[in-house]
């Protein structure tokens, strides 16, 4: 089965840093990857997504990934951070087959410091 | 469209209460997901549907824990009876019939069991 792994809870930044945040996955076949966004008290939005083709993904809001098969990866980017970016980030994924089923990571905390 | 549509936004009940949570997804959309999210847990598939049929409940954590789909439009989680460790905020989503397709997230239902 496939996993996903989000390595600490909190990542602080200060406005206009650069924002990372990791994600790990683990499939035995070829991966779709996502990054979802969630504000507070709202529900998840999609951010951006791999499924085939170019390993570099822009999303919304500035947010780029880059799928890197060899490291089993899917960090999350934006090079310069804004405080409407303070949100928590939740990594998933799926692989092919009949059904729709997203593997979720804990998530991370994104806080950006004025 | 409107989006996910979930009532009530906020349920305080009693312990041993029944508890029903309603989400209508978008129309045209085949997979309905039911999540829960809590600090403890992070986020955890409940059950999801396919055209309105059960595909995998092996998330739903007792008997307690029920869900239906009785139209494309319609499901409803309930809960009964109640306790205090089912508080957490409960997530619908849907998505198209193609199995890397974002999944569309509802506002969640805040539920608080005393």
């Known amino acids: 089965a496939q996993s996903v792994t989000q390595l600490g809870s909190h990542v602080s930044v200060s406005e206009g840093a650069l924002v990372l945040l990791r994600c790990n996955y683990s499939?035995?076949?070829?991966?779709?990857l996502f990054w979802y966004v969630q504000y507070p008290n709202q529900g998840l939005q999609l951010l951006l997504k791999?499924?085939?083709?170019?390993?570099l993904v822009k999303g919304i809001n500035g947010f780029e990934a880059e799928f890197k098969k060899s490291e089993t990866s899917f960090h999350l980017t934006k090079p310069s951070a804004h405080m409407s970016d303070a949100a928590e980030y939740f990594c998933?994924?799926?692989?092919?087959?009949?059904?729709?089923?997203?593997?979720f990571g804990k998530g991370i905390t994104l806080s950006v410091r004025p | 469209d409107a989006g996910v549509i979930q009532s009530p936004r906020h349920e305080v009940t009693e312990m041993g209460q029944e508890v029903t949570l309603r989400c209508k997804p978008i129309?045209?959309?085949?997979?309905l997901f039911w999540y829960r999210q809590t600090m403890m847990r992070g986020l955890e598939l409940l059950i999801y549907?396919?055209?309105?049929?059960?595909?995998?409940d092996s998330g739903m954590p007792e008997d307690r824990f029920s869900a239906k789909m009785p139209n494309a439009s319609f499901s409803t989680l309930k809960i009964q009876p109640s306790e205090p460790r089912d508080s957490a905020v409960y997530f619908c989503?849907?998505?198209?019939?193609?199995?890397?397709?974002?999944?569309?997230f509802g506002p969640g239902t805040r539920l608080t069991v005393l």
């Open positions: 989503a849907s998505s198209l019939a193609v199995w890397y397709n974002e999944q569309f």
């Open positions: 499939s035995s076949v070829p991966p779709y």
């Open positions: 791999y499924t085939t083709g170019a390993t």
């Open positions: 998933a994924v799926s692989v092919t087959g009949a059904n729709s089923k997203l593997t």
């Open positions: 129309s045209g959309h085949d997979y």
């Open positions: 549907f396919n055209n309105n049929v059960p595909i995998d």
